[in-house]
């Protein structure tokens, strides 16, 4: 081709071949949006598969309380009067308190009534994953129905809902070590007693809405705190 002609063809060739800085903010915009979307839906996910798991044990029951298999799941709620159907503010919540399990399904969780005869809670003594403790407003005036637990492998969440009761964490009397320990949105709890045992956090401590505690004196000379 002519002089002239190759001198335009080699500039249209420079102009596809360097970056176009405006084309890499773009595409960089876009990669950062998509992947900000992407982490604003594990959440979601992860609760509605959660839910699934928790209706699905529900409605299977607790473990029979003569078998040996209790308390042996990743997840084990134990509730007042109606079985939880939402967890999601476990996963959501402010400052974040210990994760559940977000890949559980109902063969993975366990669902206790507290004051249930048929529950086998009564003489378990350690859990291999997390104990949701959830305060409807009906666990009874203490939390004796664990009075044997000794440890909990995961976390231990006790968690309030509109109406909790509970004034202290008595019935935890026998309870020596746990990964992680969240108590949060008891209005009414003013004492830590029943952690008098407690030596061992392996993991992290929250304590969050609690108005009415005043004071951990209650608490057993924890060791570890990781």
């Known amino acids: 081709p002519p002089p002239a002609s190759r001198r335009r063809h080699r500039r249209r060739r420079r102009f596809l071949l360097q970056p176009n800085p405006l084309v890499l903010s773009l595409l960089l915009l876009l990669l950062l949006v998509g992947t900000a979307l992407a982490l ?10 959660l839910n ?17 298999a209790c308390g042996t799941k990743a ?13 999601g503010a476990l996963i959501e919540d402010q400052p974040p308190l210990p994760r559940l399990p977000p890949g ?21 003594k350690r859990m291999r994953g997390t104990l ?9 005036p203490s939390l004796s129905f664990l009075s044997n637990l000794q440890a909990v492998g ?18 935890l009397d026998s309870l020596e070590s746990v990964g992680n ?7 009414k709890l ?37």
């Open 132 to 140: 949701v403790i959830y305060d409807d407003g009906a666990l009874g």
């Open 190 to 226: 003013a004492t830590v007693a029943g952690l008098g045992k407690l030596r061992a956090i392996n993991g992290g401590l929250a304590l969050w809405r609690l108005p009415e505690l005043q004071t951990l004196d209650a608490m057993g000379p924890v060791q570890v705190v990781q």
């Open 52 to 68: 699934a798991a928790l209706a699905a044990a529900a409605k299977n029951g607790p473990p029979p309380a003569s078998g040996a």
């Open 154 to 171: 995961e976390s231990l969440i006790i968690y309030g809902a509109q109406g909790s009761s509970l004034t202290s964490l008595a019935g």
């Open 75 to 87: 997840l084990v709620v134990v509730y007042g009067a109606s079985p939880p159907t939402d967890l």
């Open 181 to 187: 320990l969240a108590v949060a949105r008891l209005p």
């Open 104 to 124: 559980a399904t109902g063969a993975d969780v366990e669902v206790h009534q507290a004051s249930s005869a048929a529950s086998c809670l009564a003489g378990a």
């Open 40 to 49: 604003e839906e594990m959440p979601s996910q992860a609760r509605s598969r």
